[in-house]
């Protein structure tokens, strides 16, 4: 258990670390211009915004931490069982770019809130590094459980560049300003928490694909 926490621990702190520092980067240095004098009337009121959209980034980055903390102390989440199909649709809602094709099938025990935040990080993930933000969500039912997989073409992009690009804008539910680095951990926390494996890869043919697998009752 140790030797995996390390590696996951050090992703961690990579990620958590550039998280901190584009906000951090951007408040002190409007704080400087405003102390200077350097910003005044619309300048002045546009960067105190800017401030407060930072702030609430920081803020949903201990909300995230939180999380993956009580995930890792907690162990296996038990609950009742979800709709995974309802929960993949439900996070496409009102995304014209995201097509979904995933079958009915038997429900994934576990927490229906935490399992739809999955689905949500995963359409985001994939929606952030697409070049053209269209995303398509496939899923079977196979002998060892549900398999849901999220694609998107994302040209000119390298790995780890790729996992350190910021998704756009969304609704204030989805995980579109994360990194999506970030959405990656939390969502590979979630899947682990619920017996489920999470995979984020390059295809041959230049998409980006983000696998979830997770056991589903029988």
Do not use: K
């Not at 960067?47 to 999380?67: F, K, P």
């Not at 849901?148 to 780890?160: D, E, K, P």
Request: glycine content about 12%; some cysteine; aromatic content about 2%.
């Amino acid at each position: 258990m140790a030797d995996r926490a390390t590696p996951l621990r050090a992703e961690l702190i990579s990620v958590v670390s550039h998280e901190l520092r584009t906000p951090l980067t951007s408040i002190a240095s409007l704080i400087e211009m405003i102390e200077d004098g350097r910003l005044a009337g619309p300048d002045r009121d546009g960067a105190m915004a800017s401030i407060r959209r930072n702030t609430e980034r920081l803020l949903t980055l201990v909300e995230d931490l939180n999380l993956l903390a009580n995930l890792e102390s907690a162990g296996p989440v038990a609950g009742g069982g979800a709709d995974l199909p309802a929960l993949v649709h439900a996070a496409a809602r009102g995304q014209p770019m995201v097509r979904v094709q995933v079958p009915a099938g038997p429900p994934v025990p576990g927490d229906p809130a935490l399992l739809a935040h999955l689905m949500c990080l995963v359409i985001g993930a994939v929606s952030g590094v697409a070049a053209d933000g269209a995303v398509t969500v496939t899923g079977a039912v196979e002998a060892s459980g549900w398999t849901v997989t999220a694609r998107g073409y994302a040209a000119g992009l390298g790995g780890s560049e790729r996992l350190l690009t910021p998704g756009p804008p969304g609704q204030s539910d989805l995980p579109y300003r994360r990194s999506v680095a970030l959405s990656v951990l939390l969502a590979r926390a979630i899947a682990t928490s619920h017996g489920g494996t999470l995979a984020f890869q390059q295809e041959p043919d230049g998409q980006a694909a983000v696998t979830v697998r997770l056991p589903y009752r029988s």
